[in-house]
């Protein structure tokens, strides 16, 4: 009895071993060697003539990312699924100083962002498409060029006071009360 436990309990370990020295096997050839990581040129965004643009989900972004060059165009894409308001904000100062955004709403003309702050596209259907593009200022002496923007479906709150339900728009950065920072409200 004895040794038919150690053979079982012996197999059992063997089978283990090889089962995590394939897994570790295989983890190893799957990944990327040296030779195979992009160079910094790589890296770089496009130009403007070929920039693809980064498609975002259905929620609220905050982008912070990095123009590397005066020449660098990045772009987003959000599609309005449910016919909701659009929030596009620049909190920061920098704007319109060293980057600029314009953006475009389904396959319009580009219009320039004019101010800081929070702007809200309005009147938008189910399927429409607000693309927004971050290119550096003319004139701009440095080679890369920090940014920050807040992109997509406007944030709002449901309520229910004594049965009168409502639609609440939320400004973007309004923090109090501290509930409203995380839209947290269920029916």
């Given at each position: 009895m004895k040794n038919k436990k150690n053979k079982a309990g012996r197999a059992f370990v063997s089978g283990l071993l090889l089962a995590m020295s394939c897994h570790a096997t295989a983890q190893v050839e799957g990944a990327p060697t040296a030779s195979e990581q992009p160079t910094p040129k790589e890296q770089t965004a496009p130009d403007t003539g070929n920039s693809v643009p980064v498609v975002l989900t259905d929620k609220i972004h905050q982008i912070n990312k990095i123009l590397e060059s005066t020449t660098a165009v990045h772009q987003y894409e959000f599609s309005v699924v449910r016919g909701q308001n659009v929030l596009i904000a620049t909190p920061y100062h920098?704007?319109?100083?060293?980057?600029?955004?314009?953006?475009?709403?389904?396959?319009?003309?580009?219009?320039?962002?004019?101010?800081?702050?929070?702007?809200?596209?309005?009147?938008?259907?189910?399927?429409?498409?607000?693309?927004?593009?971050?290119?550096?200022?003319?004139?701009?002496?440095?080679?890369?060029?920090?940014?920050?923007?807040?992109?997509?479906?406007?944030?709002?709150?449901?309520?229910?006071?004594?049965?009168?339900?409502?639609?609440?728009?939320?400004?973007?950065?309004?923090?109090?009360?501290?509930?409203?920072?995380?839209?947290?409200?269920?029916?």
């Open positions: 920098q704007y319109n100083q060293t980057w600029r955004l314009e953006y475009q709403v389904n396959g319009g003309e580009w219009q320039a962002k004019r101010h800081n702050g929070a702007e809200k596209i309005s009147g938008l259907n189910a399927g429409s498409q607000v693309n927004i593009r971050i290119l550096a200022t003319e004139g701009a002496r440095s080679d890369s060029v920090d940014y920050s923007v807040v992109f997509g479906s406007y944030p709002h709150m449901r309520y229910d006071l004594h049965n009168e339900e409502g639609f609440l728009p939320i400004p973007h950065g309004r923090t109090t009360p501290a509930f409203l920072a995380t839209q947290a409200f269920t029916k």
